[in-house]
């Protein structure tokens, strides 16, 4: 083939119509008032922990910027399942820190590494109890300054509870995902799941304490907008 042609032909491939994956991104939002977060008085009760405050702090159940912008809600693509990337991606690391874990909130893949640490200068106890069956429980003692802890998990699951038993106010939870296809909205409240195949989805939106909405899209060419509005009923 002359080269003429060879760039005539690439020049028109390059113009075929080709279905490209495509990123749903949307904004949750708050309506009305959110319940009033409870102080952690045992946290000030125990002088490791009440040492890295000046004031008490507070649970963030709801997590609210002031146009309404709802952050930690988990949003994934509903029974998209068996297409984990999971164990060739970075891990994902929950930290413990000021007594607390941080993020409260957050989202892995089947078999993606998370890295425990513990940033205080006091001892943690890691205590995850999932419920599906085939994730398995662990309970570690880690000492200040100790060794990160690294879990797996092979199944999905709908926020996995991650508790500390030195600190019985301390809570994390981590759902898990068979697909790379989820997101945690942020403080704007926004979320974007990148890279979508062409096809129709249901969008879930998860928040621990508001419950689950759902949503269906047709992700083609373009990127797909789904938004989502929650309120305490
Ligand atoms: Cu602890």
């Known amino acids: 083939m002359r080269i003429s042609s060879l760039f005539l032909l690439v020049a028109a491939l390059a113009f075929l119509p080709v279905a490209h994956a495509a990123d749903i991104v949307g904004v949750i ?4 008032t959110p319940p009033a977060e409870i102080p952690i008085t045992p946290l000030m009760d125990n002088p490791d922990c009440a040492a890295m405050y000046k004031t008490t702090p507070t649970t963030h159940f709801y997590v ?3 146009k309404g912008e709802l952050a930690d809600v988990v949003v994934s693509l509903k029974g998209v399942t068996g297409k984990s990337t999971g164990a060739s991606v970075p891990p994902a690391v929950l930290d413990q820190k ?3 874990y941080a993020p409260t909130i957050m989202a892995v893949q089947t078999n993606q590494k998370i890295v425990v640490r513990n940033s205080d200068n006091c001892v943690h ?3 995850c109890t999932p419920t599906v069956p085939g994730n ?3 309970n570690d003692v880690q000492m200040p300054g100790g060794a990160d802890l690294t879990y797996t998990f092979p199944k999905p699951e709908m926020f996995l509870r991650f508790k500390c038993d030195v600190h019985p106010w301390m809570f994390a939870w981590v759902s898990v995902f068979d697909s790379p296809y989820f997101c945690v909205s942020g403080q704007d ?3 974007v799941i990148k890279n979508v ?3 129709k989805y249901t969008v879930e939106a998860a928040h621990r304490k508001l419950g689950t909405q759902t949503r ?3 992700v083609k060419d373009a990127d797909v907008t789904a938004d989502f509005t929650f309120e305490v009923k």
């Not at 939002?29 to 009305?32: A, D, E, M």
């Open 98 to 100: 000021g007594c607390m």
């Open 197 to 199: 195949p062409p096809g």
């Open 216 to 218: 269906d899209v047709e």
């Open 125 to 127: 106890n890691v205590h």
């Open 64 to 66: 609210v910027g002031p």
């Open 189 to 191: 409240g926004k979320f």
């Open 29 to 32: 939002t708050f309506k009305g």
């Open 136 to 138: 398995e429980e662990h």
